[in-house]
């Protein structure tokens, strides 16, 4: 078993030696901690899949920190890419482009002929990969299977004498993963909602782009492999309840012979106080609300008497489409029904 390192984001030219050497670091970015190998080195992006316990026909973001970086690997930027990247990067969007034949390994595409970019706005982690000199991968750290990490102990938590080390730099602020855009078809496609949104996307390139959440979550095969696969599940089963339902819900809680976790605004806590329930806070809106989802799905996860977990919906538009997302995914689309 490997001792676990935590690195303090003045330590990071040890994590780069580490990196170098084909050893896997996690680090933060604004949305969930990523766990980091040297992209061009095929063992160290194996075990990256091992750790994780990742299928491995699920492909890896490659996680750069300049331009240079992403024009090794791909055919050609057009203009609407370049407009892209400098206006959201540093930034939470993820783009797809086709590669150059064999110039990422096939553990980094899972054969695809195309390749997820993405560069984080942490200044930290951007200095750790131009330390290393090459892209990192950067699915995220946790688990498969398991709620995204938004804080380094939830890394620690999942992936302790797996990994070398962890880079700290404190909790994420945006919570959910980035947005997936793909960008090797002729009309954009999103593939996973996130903070960048769609509307923003169609009106910066004045055309059309596909994000229709129905259409994404009905595809038989999806685009992004990733998205097939069970997710962000914690012990307890989650149900999602509306807005109408949810005085219901915490009738039904209090009835309850095990105790019930309870995930909501402050507000809705406030305005109508849970009774048998053991309750994470989401703070006051739907931003609070995407950084802390992971946190709190995690956090009932240790409380071994939970059995169902409430959590609140949200409108699915803005962010409300990324937090949905993530969170029908951890319910199995389960909805409390009265
Ligand atoms: O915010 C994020 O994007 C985080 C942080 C750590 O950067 N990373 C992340 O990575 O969420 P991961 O591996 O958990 O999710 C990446 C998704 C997967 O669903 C994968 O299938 C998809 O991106 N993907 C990767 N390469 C692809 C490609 N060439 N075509 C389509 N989908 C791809
Ligand atoms: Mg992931």
């Given at each position: 078993?490997?001792?676990?390192?935590?690195?303090?984001?003045?330590?990071?030219?040890?994590?780069?030696?580490?990196?170098?050497?084909?050893?896997?670091?996690?680090?933060?970015?604004?949305?969930?901690?990523?766990?980091?190998?040297?992209?061009?080195?095929?063992?160290?992006?194996?075990?990256?899949?091992?750790?994780?316990?990742?299928?491995?026909?699920?492909?890896?973001?490659?996680?750069?920190?300049?331009?240079?970086?992403?024009?090794?690997?791909?055919?050609?930027?057009?203009?609407?890419?370049?407009?892209?990247?400098?206006?959201?990067?540093?930034?939470?969007?993820?783009?797809?482009?086709?590669?150059?034949?064999?110039?990422?390994?096939?553990?980094?595409?899972?054969?695809?002929?195309?390749?997820?970019?993405?560069?984080p706005a942490n200044r930290v982690t951007r200095e750790l990969?131009?330390?290393?000199?090459?892209?990192?991968?950067?699915?995220?750290?946790?688990?498969?299977?398991?709620?995204?990490?938004?804080?380094?102990?939830?890394?620690?938590h999942d992936l302790e004498g797996r990994i070398a080390g962890?880079?700290?730099?404190?909790?994420?602020?945006?919570?959910?993963?980035?947005?997936?855009?793909?960008?090797?078809?002729?009309?954009?496609?999103?593939?996973?909602?996130?903070?960048?949104?769609?509307?923003?996307?169609?009106?910066?390139?004045?055309?059309?782009?596909?994000?229709?959440?129905?259409?994404?979550?009905?595809?038989?095969?999806?685009?992004?492999?990733?998205?097939?696969y069970k997710h962000y599940a914690p012990a307890a089963q989650?149900?999602?309840?509306?807005?109408?339902?949810?005085?219901?819900?915490?009738?039904?809680?209090?009835?309850?012979?095990?105790?019930?976790?309870?995930?909501?605004?402050?507000?809705?806590?406030?305005?109508?106080?849970?009774?048998?329930?053991?309750?994470?806070?989401?703070?006051?809106?739907?931003?609070?609300?995407?950084?802390?989802?992971?946190?709190?799905?995690?956090?009932?996860?240790?409380?071994?008497?939970?059995?169902?977990?409430?959590?609140?919906?949200?409108?699915?538009?803005?962010?409300?489409?990324?937090?949905?997302?993530?969170?029908?995914?951890?319910?199995?689309?389960?909805?409390?029904?009265?």
């Amino acid at each position: 078993m490997l001792i676990t390192k935590i690195y303090k984001a003045d330590e990071i030219q040890a994590a780069a030696a580490e990196l170098k050497k084909g050893e896997l670091i996690a680090f933060p970015t604004e949305t969930v901690y990523g766990l980091g190998a040297d992209a061009t080195n095929e063992q160290a992006v194996k075990r990256v899949y091992l750790a994780k316990g990742r299928p491995s026909d699920n492909p890896l973001i490659v996680t750069v920190s300049s331009l240079e970086m992403v024009k090794k690997y791909v055919v050609d930027l057009n203009e609407d890419a370049q407009k892209l990247i400098k206006h959201f990067w540093p930034g939470p969007l993820t783009l797809i482009f086709k590669i150059k034949p064999g110039s990422l390994s096939k553990a980094v595409t899972g054969g695809l002929e195309t390749a997820a970019f993405r560069m984080p706005a942490n200044r930290v982690t951007r200095e750790l990969i131009t330390r290393v000199g090459v892209p990192l991968v950067g699915p995220s750290a946790n688990t498969s299977g398991k709620p995204s990490p938004t804080t380094a102990a939830h890394v620690f938590h999942d992936l302790e004498g797996r990994i070398a080390g962890i880079v700290d730099d404190g909790p994420t602020t945006v919570g959910v993963e980035s947005t997936i855009l793909d960008m090797s078809v002729t009309t954009p496609v999103v593939l996973r909602p996130g903070a960048v949104l769609g509307e923003e996307l169609e009106r910066f390139l004045a055309k059309k782009v596909v994000f229709d959440r129905h259409k994404v979550a009905a595809e038989e095969t999806p685009k992004a492999p990733g998205m097939k696969y069970k997710h962000y599940a914690p012990a307890a089963q989650v149900l999602i309840v509306k807005e109408a339902d949810w005085s219901a819900a915490l009738a039904w809680a209090k009835k309850q012979h095990e105790e019930v976790g309870v995930m909501a605004l402050n507000e809705n806590l406030q305005s109508e106080k849970p009774v048998n329930c053991l309750v994470y806070d989401l703070g006051k809106d739907i931003y609070t609300a995407s950084q802390h989802l992971f946190a709190g799905l995690r956090y009932f996860d240790n409380k071994k008497q939970i059995h169902y977990i409430l959590a609140a919906a949200f409108p699915e538009e803005g962010l409300g489409a990324a937090y949905m997302n993530r969170l029908r995914k951890a319910a199995g689309n389960q909805f409390f029904k009265n």
